[in-house]
C-alpha cells in the first residue's frame, strides 16, 4: 500500500550515520555546509547546538532522534539543510548529500515506533529512504524546553 502526501513530488536524499532521509524539498530554504556549532545546555538531546543565520539563532537538530545524542563531531565536509517546522527555522544536520529524486508514492513503515521520525519510506533505486518529519522533530514540549534554552544561550 502506498501512501499519498500531497507534497511535491521532489524530494532531497540526504544521509546521517546508515540512514538515509529524504525531505520534500518544499520545506527545504537551502543546503549550506556545516559552520561551527554552539553547544546548547537544557535543549533536547538530539538537539546538535545552535547556529547564527542571518541575525536568527537555529537550532542544529540530528533527524534519527533514536540516536539521542550525536555519535561524532560535526565536520566542516557536512552540510546543514535549513528549513522550517510550523515558526521556527532548524537546521537538519546531514553528513553526505545524495541528490534530489522524484517520485510521488510514500511507503508506511513497517516499525509503528519509527513513526516518530519519519512519515513512510521512499523504496529508490539503491535501497529505501525514510522520510523525514520536519514538521513533527519537535513536540509542543521540546519546543518550549528548546526555547527556554537558547533564551538561557
Known sequence: MSVSTGASELWLIFETG?????????????VVRAVEVTHCPGAP??????????????????????????????????????????????????????????????????DPAASLENEGMLNLEDGIALVCKVGQLLTPEEEAQLTGAVSIS
Do not use: H
Open 45 to 110: 538531546p538530539y538537539v546538535v547546538g545552535l547556529i547564527r543565520v542571518e541575525g536568527s539563532v537555529v537550532p542544529v537538530v540530528s533527524p534519527n532522534r533514536e540516536a539521542g545524542v550525536l555519535e561524532r563531531e560535526v565536520f566542516c565536509g557536512d552540510y546543514m539543510i535549513l528549513s522550517r517546522t510550523g515558526e521556527r527555522r532548524i537546521a537538519l544536520l546531514a553528513e553526505r548529500l545524495c541528490g534530489t529524486v522524484g517520485y510521488s508514492k510514500v511507503l508506511p513503515t513497517e
Open 18 to 30: 546508515e540512514d538515509r532521509w529524504a525531505l520534500d524539498v518544499q520545506v527545504v530554504e537551502r
